[in-house]
Each structure stands twice: as structure tokens, then as C-alpha cells.
């Protein structure tokens, strides 16, 4: 339920200011604790109201109506304590003459502004008085277990069930593949129960699919069953309905009437005891029904099977914790079947669809994202609709506002629905965050995070800080598949996100529906409708005629400003008037420089401003007064210097960019700060690079070491530096990357001690960044998984000191001279990634029992003359993890036949490997392939789509 998220999370942030300023020195100001703690009090009653209301799949109106006056009052109350505790200002008193005679003066200047808001504290109290006696009034909370009534709803899951096998596209592939792997026996006795799980975004077609796997080999089965399982699962029930299926197959029948659930549980192990049967076990949600189901499946040794099919991946891993068990993640329809499934229920074929539609539909293909339930849904409305291009514009364009209305949607809009109403309110409050983006946006992770933190949408648990709950509940909306993720990294985390189009719409009609948020030029031209204050404003195209709207719009109680790229900034509304705003994003708005920065010092309580992207190359002076600023992202703008003012800004904690001048003076006095700008250490003066020690919180450090020139004359500076280093290395430091660009030396980190034990990354991959493997670098590094490194000479004893890094997962390594040698056993343990990077004459082997977990390597020189030299072998097929590699075949002092030899040998090994890595070669002589693909039977054989809804 959209309305009561929303107000969750706007109250969350709320009570928790309310607590902190009782504790504080504000709150003992003569009235104000009373008020406060009377405010308090009133509006957490008004919560555990809320909570109640999240029980409900359909409030009726006055239910909605009440929430949506919570909210608002929450909001409103947020705004006026924010600015009472601005314009009252530091009340603590340090003692002596000067203190108390600044304190009055003080006083006496904000006098108005705090007899201002004294009376809209007074006005909030009658606010609060109206609303609770509302819910009184309307017995509200006494109605709150009940909802909407109306007919039950038909399952949209039935079509899944039930589909006509002629009428579903692109599935065969995969119900081929998966079909012979739940058929194929292990290799081992006795033959035990295997698990498949099914897994994917809503409507991707997972139970389609099981069913057809199930069709294709049920006849190899004694019994067969299929069951929902549901977000509010009747395990009872379930268990009585796998009863009757398998009974009718068969099976005994007793009168159970008065049978309780664990009687049903065991009399299903008897029914099944010495049966091969195939179960499918539909739409799980959670791993506790999951476990209760599966206990009343017996392991009998008879090559039985179950299905599952489920959103959330922990689900699907829980379901296969055996090593013969499978999790299948499905994938969206290809370009070619979803054009083949829509054009097949329209028109029959593709050939037969009138030309004047090609292009319309091509639009809403893209927007249905390879989703089969959206192609089957949109397509049945079109099928209604005359075959007219300006019609099925108009469909495109209201396919949002038409899920909930039009009953050809209304079965998407309900599946689509059911994993945004799993979802605890924290993260619902962060999905509707999302709306704010437009179709196909890249949204990087660790942008949102900062800013769901800006909007205080996050609060710290034991043991884990704002920016770790705020990533695990990034995660936890990857898990439950209603984000897609993108680019994932070596160490599985992943940088970005991407929204399905139809779960876009979704979001959209979520936050439309509860005020969230406010798109301008998102498609429309002009303001939507909306009521209540505008809280969240995104503005991805303006002209003057959206100008002129925006000019007669109260913006003053906005929290989030994105403005897209593609705007034109000299439309944009005067930042003076965003009192109230957290977040200011203009990154990618290349003229930015064309717009007027006047009123940034109003904004006391922004936390997150973007310039990342655009072309300004000053600061505006009014940051300076942004004593809430948390975090300040210039990276790729022309911003190359930071004005002396910026150590004032001590809230700072993210400090993004790349300065090629001097940093200020004072600069580790900004103790909170976790990623700094990039430097150059040979332009420092010695007392800044001392002063960095004090960065006691610093987590990320990006440096440049400068000319190769200056670096042997600035002994000084690298000193002061590696000084400041070595004290940074007892804090948090876990990121240090070093560019070496111009050919200087790092050979002065030696001596870097202690060693940060909490460093997870190191990166000074250039040529001759080192002469040896440096000693800093040892197994007491204990959680470094990325290391890039550039040396000028590789001894056996170094590459035996970086298999010894436990948690090593890749490596990146850039060697100038030559080197032969092998990676022991045991080396590596848990290396995933190896990369060479501009490395020649170099050959290194692998024995038995290295890099057991090696997946890729890429650019890997192969000396061919020092292998035949040495009788060596590259030894991939000791890999057995291994999935890609790609060789530089080195052929100095090599003929061309010794060369087409090295790489036989090499496809031989791989041939040898049992995972059948895939291979590509550099340098090979002409008359050979230069490529060799030994890919797996499921690389192979796997087709993208299914074709079917779920």
C-alpha cells in the first residue's frame, strides 16, 4: 500500500529528530521540551496507527484520506522544527563574558523568526488535534483489519496454467534444456530428490515455464502435483491439495476432516514414500514456507524431482542447497520472440501487421521490456482498439494510468503489484523514490544510497551505519527482483540498477497516488494534478510554458530537485525558492554555468548537491553556507580548485572530484569526511599532506604521485605523505588508488607501516610503479580482494608473496621485464580475475591445486620460446573453475609452426578442462581458427524467452 509507505517514511526520519532535540541543548529552552514532548508523543500514536493500516491490500477511502493528512502534518512538522533549530543556531554556552554576550545577541537578532515559528508550532498542535479526531470520529483504527469488499479476485495465474502450447513463443529452448537436466541422473548412488528453482521478475513467465518442463516429462513420473504457495500461505491447505492430486493418481484416500497440519505432512510421506514424483511448488515467497512444504516430501531415492518457481533469489538459493540442486534464472524475451508473440496474438504473423503500426508498436514493445504477461496484456487491449495509429498512441501513452482501470491490465497490474505490497515500508518508502527517473535511467548505487541518506529515509541499526543499511536495502530490492541489476563487479557487487518499464509505471502510479513525487516533462506538457505540496520534483524536460507553471506553484516545502541533462537551465525556477531541499541534483546539465546560483545559501538543509558533469568551473560562493551538506560531487566537472572556505563545511563526507591545484590549508579538520577529492602530492605543500592524518574517518583515497621531473625533487612532500599514510593506516582507509602516469616511482610506500588491515583495494598498475612486489604488500592484508600493480621485475618469491593474499579476488599486473614462473598449490586460493595489462615476455603456469576458484583470464602472455625452453605448459586444465581466457601468444624467437603448436596444445588443455573454458587468441599465425569456443552444455543450448505469463 503506496499511501501508507510513504507516510512511514516520513515519519521515520520525524520522531527520530523529535528524540535528538529533547536530548539536546534546544530542547531545554524554556516551553519548548513541553511542546516538543507533547508533539512527540501525539505523533507516534499517529505511527503505530499507520502500521496498523499497512495490514490492508485495499483501504477504503477514508482510510487513504486520513493517511494522506498524516502524512502531509509529518512533512509540515519536519519543516518548521528544521527551521527552529537553524534559526536558533549553536544554543550551547562555553562559559565567560564573550560566550553569553554572542549568545544574546544572537537571540536578539533571530527574536522574529523564532516568534515566527513559535506560531506555526501552535498551528501544527491544531493540525494534529484535527486529524485525531478524525480517525475518532470515523472509528478508523476499529476498521482497520477489514477492507474494501468486492468479488474475489480471479487468479491471474490461471492463463500461465492452462495456456494453449501453439499460442506461447520462444519458450522450447529453455523447456528443452532444463527437461533433460531434471531427467539426467547423478552420477552417483543412491539417485536423490533434485531440486529445480525458477526464478525472475514478476510476469516473466516462471510458471509457464515449470509447467511446460512438467508437461514435457511427467509421463517418466509415478505422480504429479502443482500448487501455489501465495504470499500468506495456508501450508494446511497446501499440503491437503498435494494430498488430493496425488491420491487421484493412485494414492489412498482417508477421511481427514479432523486432521491437523502435521497429520497431513505425514500421511503425504507415506503417500509418496516409494513413488518418483514431480512436484511444482509455484510462487514462494519466503524460505520459512518453503521449508514447511518441503518436509512433507520424503527422500526415497526414487529420482524424484520438485519445481519451484519464485521473484526473490535468496528464496530460489534456499530452495537448492544441494550440489546436484539448480537455481535458473530466467530472462526477458528477445527482441525477435517478444515481436513474434505480440504480432502472433494481434495479426497472426508479423507480415500481416499494416505498416502505419510498425513503428507505434516497435514503442510499446520497448516499453513492455521482453515481459510476456505485458505483451499478452497490451496486446489483448489493442485487440480491442480499431487498427488506427493515433489510437494505439494514445494506448502507449496511458498504459500507466490504464493498468488499474482497464480490465485487459488489470491481471498484469495485480501480478506486477504483489512484490511492491511484500516489501517492508522502509523499502517501499525507497522503490517510490525511484519514480523520480526517467524510462531506461541508469541509476548508479552509490549516488541513490547518498541520497535515499539526504532524504532520511535511513537509519542506523546496531551495528551497521546509514550507508550500510542503505546498500543492504539496495540489495534487498535486487533480491526481491523489482529492480534489474547492472554491471556486476568481480567481488558480485553490483554499480548500477535499471527499472523495468512496467514496474516503472507501477512506481509511478504508487507515487502519483500518495503525493511522493512530481515529475515535469515527463511525457506531459503540463503540471499534473496533485494535491498536497509538492515533496519530490523531477524535472526532465521545461520549456516556457512549464516555466510559467513552476512560477505560480508553491515550491518551498520541496526535499529532492533532479533536473535531467536534456533541460534548459535558463527555465529553470530560482533556487531560493527550495527552502526545504535535501537533495539538488544538475549532473549531466552541460550549461549549468548559464544558470543564476542565487539563494544557495538559503538552502540550510541540503545534504546532497550533484555538479557532476556539467560545465561549471567555479563553485557558487553561497555553499560555503551549507553546514548540512554531507556530501558534494564535482567529478568531471571543470571545478579544479576548492575555495579556502570548504574546511568550514566539517559535515562533509563525501567530497567528490579531481583538484590539479593545491587543496586548502585546514583541510584535516574535515574529520567526517570518507572520500576526498583526487590530488597531486608533488603540488602539496608538506603542511596539507601532514594535515591528512587527521581524516581519521577517511574510507577512499584517489591520488596522483605528479611529473616524474618534480617527484625527485619533492622528496618532502612523498614523505609528509607516506606519513599521513601510515597514521591513515589505523583508521578505515579501504580504497588507496595511486596514478603514476608520468613514470614516477612508489618505491618510497616500502616503508608503509602499520599496514591497513581494513584495505580492501589497492590500485598502481603502471609501468614500473614498483621495481619488486613491495613489502607493504603481505598475507597480514587480509581483506584485500583487488589489487592492481605495475613492477618492474616479477621474482618467484613476489608471486608467491601475492598467492599467500587470502582474500585476493583480482589481479591486475603490469611486469616490464621477463619472467618464467609457476603458481604453486595453494597459491591464490580465492582469485577470480587475472588481467595482464601491457605485459610481454612474461610465462607463468599453473599446477594442481592453484587458483581453484580462477574464472577469467584475460590478456595472458605466452612466451612460446621459454616454454619450449623449459618444457612447460600453461596448465588451464588444473582450472577447474576456469570459464574464459585469452592469450597473447609471445612469438619471439618462436617460428610460425612453434606458435600454431603452443596454441594446440592450449585448446588441448582446455579440451582437458571440465568446465571447457572459452578460448581466444592474439597472435596466432594465420591457417588456424583464432577463436575456440568450449562453452558448457547450457551455454550452448540456452535461448533467451519462455513466452508465458506467471
Known sequence: MAVVSAAHGAFGPLLGKLTALLADECGRLKGVRREIRSLRSELASMHAALKEYTKLEDPNHQVKAWISLVRELAYDTED??????????DSQDHGGFKDLFRKTVRRLKTLGARHGIAGEIHDLKDRIRQVKELKDCYKLLNDAPSSTAGPPAVDPRLHALFADEAHLVGVDGPRDHLAKWVLEEANTSPKHCKVLSIVGFGGLGKTTLANEVCRKIEGKFDCKAFVSVSQKPDIKKIIKDLMSQVSCQG?????????????????????????????????????QAWHAIKCAFPENNCSSRIIATTRIIDVAKSCCPGADDRVYELEALSDLHSRRLFFKRLFGSEEHCPDMLKEVSSKILKKCGGLPLAIISISGLLANKPCIKEEWEKVKRSIGSSMEKTMSLEGMSRILSLSYNDLAPNLKTCLLYLSLFPEDHLIDRERLVRRWIAEGFISEERGQSKQEVAENYFYELINKS?????DIEYDGKVSACRVHDMMLEIIISKSAEDNFTTVVGGGQTSLPNHQGSIRRLSIQHIDKKLASELANVDLSHVRTLIVMPSCCVTHLPSLDRFEALRVLDFEGCGDLKD????????????????????????????????????????????????????TRLTALRHLIGFMTKQLPNGIGSMRNLQLMP??????????????????????????????????????????????????????KL???????????????????????????????????????????IT?????????????????????????????????????SNKFVGTVQATSFPNLKLLYFIKTEQLYVSFVKGSAPKLEEISNMPFSVSAAKANKLYLGIHHLPCLKRAHIVLDDE?????????????????????????????????????????GGSDEEKSKEDGNGGED
Open 80 to 89: 518548521v522544527f528544521d527551521k527552529f533549530i537553524h534559526h536558533l543556531g
Open 678 to 731: 583526487s590530488f597531486v602530492i608533488t603540488l602539496q605543500e608538506t603542511d596539507v599532506l601532514e594535515d591528512l592524518r587527521n581524516l581519521t574517518s577517511l574510507e577512499e583515497l584517489y591520488v596522483n604521485l605528479g611529473s616524474k621531473v618534480s617527484s625527485e625533487d619533492k622528496r618532502c612532500e612523498k614523505e609528509a605523505f607516506l606519513s599521513s599514510l601510515c597514521k591513515l593506516g589505523t583508521c
Open 251 to 287: 494414492g489412498s484416500t482417508k477421511d481427514s476432516s479432523d486432521w491437523d497440519e502435521m497429520k497431513y505432512i505425514s500421511e503425504l510421506r507415506v503417500l509418496l514414500q516409494n513413488k518418483r514424483y514431480l512436484i511444482i511448488i509455484d510462487d514462494v515467497w519466503s524460505t
Open 595 to 646: 544558470y543564476d546560483m542565487k539563494g544557495m545559501e538559503k538552502l540550510f538543509q541540503l545534504k546532497y548537491l550533484s555538479f557532476r558533469g556539467t560545465g561549471i568551473s567555479m563553485l557558487p560562493s553561497g555553499i560555503l553556507m551549507l553546514g548540512n551538506l554531507e556530501t558534494l560531487d564535482l567529478q568531471d566537472s571543470y571545478v579544479e580548485e576548492l575555495p579556502a572556505g570548504i
Open 779 to 815: 598475507p597480514a592484508l587480509t581483506n584485500l580482494a583487488d589489487l592492481g600493480i605495475g613492477l618492474t621485475e616479477l621474482t618467484e618469491d613476489g608471486l608467491l608473496t601475492l598467492g599467500k593474499l587470502p582474500s585476493l579476488l583480482r589481479l591486475r599486473l603490469w611486469v
Open 893 to 933: 624467437d618462436a617460428t610460425p609452426s612453434e606458435c600454431k603448436a603452443a596454441a594446440a596444445a592450449i585448446r588441448k588443455e582446455a579440451g582437458a578442462n571440465s568446465n571447457h573454458p572459452a578460448l581466444t587468441f592474439w597472435g596466432e599465425p594465420e591457417g588456424e581458427d583464432d577463436e575456440e569456443t
Open 734 to 776: 579501504r580504497f588507496l588508488e595511486i596514478d603514476v602516469y608520468n613514470g614516477g616511482s612508489l618505491d618510497f610506500l616500502d616503508s608503509w607501516s602499520p599496514l591497513p588491515s581494513s584495505l580492501q583495494s589497492f590500485w598502481a598498475a603502471y609501468s614500473d610503479s614498483f621495481t619488486n612486489v613491495p613489502k607493504c
Open 482 to 486: 523489482m529492480v534489474q541489476p547492472v
